[in-house]
């Protein structure tokens, strides 16, 4: 291990720094400092105690060892309060909106600006508020829409812009990026740049490799809880940063084409000229057996309806969708789930849409068709474990989740769990939306493998990805959405970024994708 010696210049130290909850050993004797006025990424897979970090800078969990010093003095950051009083601010990858209530609402918590009499002054919020937002480059949000309506990368800008409302000196950014796509992340960058020049620290979490090199300055690498390496990001090509990341070499991260095109089988998933939600308004498109069929889109192109709409979860207005050449009818998810549809959602969200998080992972994996365990109302545990010990091998995640809460598992095992349970279920159509937001690369390449051999084995796969490469190394073909329609249907023997993202910004047009 490296250890980085305090100096004077130094924002942030971390001396001999443990915490263990039960019998995980979260972060192992950690030393490391972080440069006053930098920006500083904090790299590991899920688990390797980055988030922790993070919690214990927060005030959210102490250290049982070890010290932490800031701006040259020792501090005991033992509450929330206690480190908001040393200027540190969190935006944080699970967000702490309180949904249900409004924007203002959610950017004055804790600290509300009062009258005289103690009442919020909620005409000097309002205005000081959207100045802030003016300030940071954020439009089109109204201060009075409740927090739930809005988008997930809406909420993680939101997120974002009060943790710098509260003025921090150093602000930490746990995975800022995860749900924002490109034109949100380069904004990000630009509110980045702006707080360093006023000469606020910056610790930066992030799987995103082209990220750091764009944002940050130095790196800390973390493994297994244990700091690894402290440096300039300059210093460590991209190989040898996710070597360290993984302990391992990654030879290659995505899966290997098959030679020539894809073998195909029948179509099991079309949609024609469907609207549904808020957003979608006329697309069309036929899944195919042994298909991973891309989609591409910026935010709030009609991408979250479609997926959303085909497992029943969303209105669906016009249009005709077909599940094995048979126009059907789905309204729920109970109806997509059922054998002779197959239908599985992993949702963008796992922690609030796609888990339970006190319960086991056992629980979670068969609860979707827990009916076909049951005989005369008795659940056969035997059927059911055999059928989840399956799943969980083929996700490869620890055989200890099946009687563990998934709560106390990282982002990437909760990530597997999601999609074991479709597993479990037999699902023939898996509907994928962006499911490696926040996951390390490692976990990552694990889930390409997965996907891979799904669709090999006779699956299906939807799949829509923030990250472009994804879908160029990954897809057979790619849809983009465009205004909320299929503005190319881009082969795999065309696919490059530059074309996705040029229609993604609506430069092709759907006769000019299959002539050109």
Same mark, same amino acid.
């Given at each position: 291990?490296?250890?980085?010696?305090?100096?004077?210049? &130094?924002?942030?130290?971390?001396?001999?720094?443990?915490?263990?909850? *039960?019998?995980?050993?979260?972060?192992?004797?950690?030393?490391?400092?972080?440069?006053?006025?930098?920006?500083?990424?904090?790299?590991?897979?899920?688990?390797?105690?980055?988030?922790?970090?993070?919690?214990?800078?927060?005030?959210?969990?102490?250290?049982?060892?070890?010290?932490?010093?800031?701006?040259?003095?020792?501090?005991? #950051?033992?509450?929330?309060?206690?480190?908001?009083?040393?200027?540190?601010?969190?935006?944080?990858?699970?967000?702490? #909106?309180?949904?249900?209530?409004?924007?203002?609402?959610?950017?004055?918590? !804790?600290?509300?600006?009062?009258?005289?009499?103690?009442?919020?002054?909620?005409?000097?919020?309002?205005?000081?508020?959207?100045?802030?937002?003016?300030?940071?480059?954020?439009?089109?949000?109204?201060?009075?829409?409740?927090?739930?309506?809005?988008?997930?990368?809406?909420?993680? $800008?939101?997120?974002?812009?009060?943790?710098?409302?509260?003025? %921090?000196?150093?602000?930490?950014?746990?995975?800022?990026?995860?749900?924002?796509?490109?034109?949100?992340?380069?904004?990000?960058?630009?509110?980045?740049?702006?707080? $360093?020049?006023? *000469?606020?620290?910056?610790?930066?979490?992030?799987?995103?490799? !082209?990220?750091?090199?764009?944002?940050?300055?130095?790196?800390?690498?973390?493994?297994?809880?244990?700091?690894?390496?402290?440096?300039?990001? &300059?210093?460590?090509?991209?190989?040898?940063?996710?070597?360290?990341?993984?302990?391992?070499?990654?030879?290659?991260?995505?899966?290997?084409?098959?030679?020539?095109?894809?073998?195909?089988?029948?179509?099991?998933?079309?949609?024609?000229?469907?609207?549904?939600?808020?957003?979608?308004?006329?697309?069309?498109?036929?899944?195919?057996?042994?298909?991973?069929?891309?989609?591409?889109?910026?935010?709030?192109? @009609?991408?979250?309806?479609?997926?959303?709409?085909?497992?029943?979860?969303?209105?669906?207005?016009? @249009?005709?969708?077909?599940?094995?050449?048979? +126009?059907?009818?789905?309204?729920? %998810?109970?109806?997509?789930?059922?054998?002779?549809?197959? #239908?599985? #959602?992993? +949702?963008?969200?796992?922690?609030?849409?796609?888990?339970?998080?006190?319960?086991?992972?056992?629980?979670?994996?068969?609860? +979707?068709?827990?009916?076909?365990?049951?005989?005369?109302?008795?659940?056969?545990?035997?059927?059911?474990?055999?059928?989840?010990?399956?799943?969980?091998?083929?996700?490869?995640?620890?055989?200890?989740?099946?009687?563990?809460?998934?709560?106390?598992?990282?982002? *990437?095992?909760?990530?597997?769990?999601?999609?074991?349970?479709?597993?479990?279920?037999? &699902?023939?159509?898996?509907?994928?939306?962006? +499911?490696?937001?926040?996951?390390?690369?490692?976990?990552?390449?694990?889930?390409?493998?997965?996907?891979?051999?799904?669709?090999?084995?006779?699956?299906?796969?939807?799949?829509? &990805?923030?990250?472009? !490469?994804?879908?160029?190394?990954?897809?057979?073909?790619?849809?983009?959405?465009?205004?909320?329609?299929?503005?190319?249907?881009?082969?795999?023997?065309?696919?490059?970024?530059?074309?996705?993202?040029?229609?993604?910004?609506?430069?092709?047009?759907?006769?000019?994708?299959?002539?050109?």
């Amino acid at each position: 291990m490296t250890s980085v010696s305090r100096t004077s210049q &130094s924002a942030i130290d971390l001396e001999r720094v443990s915490k263990s909850f *039960g019998a995980t050993v979260a972060v192992d004797d950690v030393t490391f400092s972080i440069d006053k006025g930098s920006v500083h990424a904090l790299l590991g897979e899920n688990g390797a105690g980055k988030s922790t970090i993070v919690k214990m800078l927060s005030g959210l969990v102490e250290a049982d060892s070890g010290n932490f010093t800031v701006f040259g003095e020792r501090k005991r #950051l033992s509450n929330p309060r206690v480190s908001h009083r040393h200027d540190i601010q969190t935006a944080f990858q699970e967000m702490t #909106l309180v949904k249900d209530l409004t924007v203002l609402d959610n950017m004055l918590l !804790p600290y509300a600006p009062v009258s005289l009499i103690g009442t919020v002054n909620r005409r000097a919020a309002v205005t000081a508020i959207g100045a802030h937002f003016a300030r940071l480059g954020i439009e089109g949000i109204d201060l009075y829409d409740e927090v739930g309506t809005l988008d997930l990368a809406i909420q993680q $800008k939101i997120e974002i812009a009060r943790a710098v409302y509260r003025k %921090p000196k150093i602000l930490l950014l746990d995975e800022p990026t995860s749900t924002l796509t490109g034109r949100d992340v380069d904004w990000l960058g630009e509110v980045i740049a702006g707080l $360093k020049a006023q *000469g606020v620290t910056i610790v930066f979490i992030s799987h995103r490799i !082209p990220e750091v090199r764009a944002f940050c300055d130095r790196l800390t690498v973390l493994r297994n809880g244990q700091h690894i390496v402290t440096g300039d990001v &300059s210093e460590f090509p991209d190989a040898e940063v996710i070597e360290m990341i993984i302990g391992r070499s990654m030879a290659q991260t995505f899966p290997a084409r098959a030679e020539g095109p894809p073998q195909l089988g029948p179509e099991v998933l079309a949609v024609k000229n469907l609207s549904a939600g808020r957003k979608l308004t006329d697309a069309s498109f036929a899944l195919h057996q042994g298909e991973i069929l891309g989609v591409a889109g910026l935010q709030g192109m @009609g991408q979250l309806d479609l997926f959303l709409a085909c497992f029943g979860m969303a209105d669906i207005h016009g @249009g005709v969708l077909s599940v094995d050449g048979r +126009p059907v009818v789905i309204t729920s %998810p109970v109806e997509a789930i059922r054998a002779n549809i197959g #239908l599985g #959602l992993v +949702p963008e969200d796992r922690k609030t849409e796609a888990l339970f998080l006190n319960l086991s992972g056992k629980h979670n994996a068969s609860l +979707p068709v827990i009916d076909r365990f049951t005989r005369f109302g008795l659940i056969d545990t035997s059927a059911e474990s055999e059928a989840i010990d399956r799943a969980f091998d083929r996700v490869e995640v620890d055989g200890s989740a099946a009687w563990t809460r998934v709560s106390a598992f990282s982002g *990437g095992n909760q990530q597997k769990i999601a999609i074991a349970k479709w597993l479990v279920a037999e &699902s023939r159509i898996l509907l994928l939306f962006d +499911p490696t937001r926040g996951i390390d690369v490692g976990t990552k390449h694990e889930l390409y493998l997965l996907m891979r051999e799904f669709a090999e084995a006779g699956g299906a796969v939807l799949f829509f &990805s923030t990250e472009i !490469p994804e879908l160029v190394h990954l897809a057979d073909r790619v849809l983009v959405l465009y205004g909320g329609g299929v503005s190319a249907d881009i082969p795999a023997e065309e696919l490059s970024e530059q074309a996705i993202v040029r229609a993604a910004l609506g430069g092709i047009s759907k006769v000019e994708a299959r002539v050109s």
